[in-house]
């Protein structure tokens, strides 16, 4: 993350809290103090979301702060106030009820990917906790989030399959976990077909791999629930190469696997009452004269052939291998991220990521986690219609899809339908783990998508109570 304070919250009762420059949230109607009014009238500040304004006092410091917040209050609104407010102690002026919510997004609005810029910005931010906040558990979940997003703004260079890999290590070991990696040719021995065959082309030091953690295993008496993601280090689209256009941002295609081990790590410090399996097949979709080949048919570890008839729908290959090992496991319930298809952001845009489940227990408390966190799902369906656009002539299943069924992002969520575990639930979230818009609050770059959502629901079935 960048160099502001590294504890940006500070205690409700500590004494310095009393000191703090209030923030005030103003809709269009909202009522401005009447010391403030001119001020704001002069200033241009008509409560609209995105505006903020310092007041200031009669020493030349802030008075108070008005932020904008448009018709309807949207504590998300606060992911700004790190980017827009001077250096300084603030409160905010809300209820506990809305506060709450309002502080994680503060906090989730400081991350800022600078790791390789030598000017940071340093406005340092601090405020303090709303009545009943809980530190502790925001702050994990804002660290899991800038996770998620610096794996995936760090270039493609800094984080290939091993880089994954490190990261993987990292947090099993931080939590007791075991770690299982096969990489390279031992794919073939150990039966990941399609993994090493989508990954072969890489150069040797960003050989394909998956990982695998498995956390409290032996506590058969738990539920088992398994993370598994897509772990694209950069996705060129192999030989159906993408064009310049569609390939400048794809260092994002591990996204999914970033959420997942963002997500795993976030399980275990919260000692949720399960058994934890998470899965990454990590691997470069590279171009080179071994690289595999439209009109291929590749094995995979479930059994199922599959025909190539584009090597840029690479993703739902790795992911069959993983989703098969994670059916070893015989999950409860499995959830997977994947940066999966372009047709997704056509089907629901960047900011609105695609649910597919056919349990509607899972779907409705995924879609309840989602609104009562406010981190966005959109549910669509495993439609059987289309499953026949998958069907190939000369193997089991093709990669591609017929023309004909179109909704992409729905063919290829049917595609690892076909390898998801049948032990238990299985939901599979196609997020673009992407801001394309930079606003404040909303850099540019990699965002967590459904992590929080997802968490709320494990949490909910899960949670020690
Ligand atoms: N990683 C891409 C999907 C993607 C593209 C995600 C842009 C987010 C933004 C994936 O590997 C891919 O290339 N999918 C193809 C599949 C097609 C060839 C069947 C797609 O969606 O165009
Ligand atoms: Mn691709
Ligand atoms: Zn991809």
Redesign the pocket.
């Known amino acids: 993350m960048s160099v502001l304070s590294p504890d940006p919250i500070v205690a409700t009762d500590a004494p310095e809290a009393a000191s703090a420059t209030p923030i005030r949230f103003v809709g269009p109607d909202g009522e401005i103090a009447p010391g403030a009014r001119s001020w704001a009238e002069r200033m241009g500040f008509k409560g609209r979301p995105g505006q903020v304004l310092a007041v200031p006092d009669a020493d030349g410091g802030v008075d108070r702060v008005l932020v904008g917040v448009g018709q309807t209050f949207d504590p998300m609104s606060a992911r700004a106030l790190s980017a827009k407010l001077p250096t300084g102690l603030y409160r905010l002026d809300l209820d506990a009820d809305a506060a709450r919510p309002a502080a994680l997004a503060f906090l989730l609005g400081r991350y800022a990917f600078d790791r390789y810029k030598a000017r940071k910005d340093v406005a340092d931010v601090r405020l303090v906790a709303p009545e009943g906040f809980d530190t502790g558990e925001a702050a994990r979940i804002a660290a899991a989030c800038a996770l998620a997003r610096e794996m995936v703004d760090t270039p493609p260079a800094d984080m290939g399959p091993l880089q994954m890999e490190t990261i993987a290590r990292e947090i099993a070991e931080a939590h007791g976990a075991t770690i299982a990696v096969v990489t390279g040719d031992d794919l073939l021995e150990q039966n990941y077909p399609a993994i090493h065959a989508v990954g072969r082309a890489a150069a040797p030091h960003r050989a394909p791999r998956i990982l695998e953690i498995g956390w409290n295993l032996d506590r058969a008496d738990r539920p088992l629930i398994a993370l598994v993601g897509k772990g ?1 280090a950069f ?1 060129s ?1 192999g030989l ?1 190469i ?1 064009s310049a256009a ?1 390939m400048r ?2 260092k ?2 591990m996204g999914g696997a970033a959420h997942a081990l963002a997500l795993g790590r976030l399980v275990m410090q919260a000692g949720l009452d399960v058994r934890l399996v998470v899965l990454v097949a990590a691997v470069e ?1 590279a171009i080179s004269a071994d690289a595999f080949r439209p009109g291929d048919i590749l094995s995979t570890r479930k059994g199922l052939t599959v025909e190539i ?2 090597t ?4 739902r290959l790795i992911l069959a291998d993983a989703l098969t090992r994670a059916a070893e496991h015989s999950p409860g319930l499995t959830l997977d991220f994947a ?7 056509v089907a629901l845009g960047p900011d609105l990521p695609p649910l597919y489940t056919d349990d509607e227990a899972l779907a409705a408390d995924l879609l309840a986690a989602s609104a009562e966190v406010r981190d966005p799902l959109w549910r669509m369906p495993l439609w059987p219609g289309y499953r026949a656009a998958i069907d190939s002539d000369l193997a089991d299943v093709r ?3 017929a023309g004909w069924a179109q909704g ?1 992002s729905i063919t ?1 969520a049917l595609f690892l339908q076909k390898f998801a575990p049948t032990t238990g639930v299985w939901a599979h979230l196609d997020v ?3 801001n394309s818009r930079g606003r404040p609050g909303w850099p540019e770059g990699g965002e967590a998508q459904g992590l929080r959502a997802a968490y709320a629901m494990l949490k909910a079935r899960y949670g020690k109570t």
């Open positions: 694209v996705d689209g159906d993408k569609g941002n794809m994002k295609d979709n008839g584009n840029d729908a690479e993703g940066t999966l298809t372009g047709a997704a952001r990669n591609d899809s992409g290829a673009f783990a992407w």
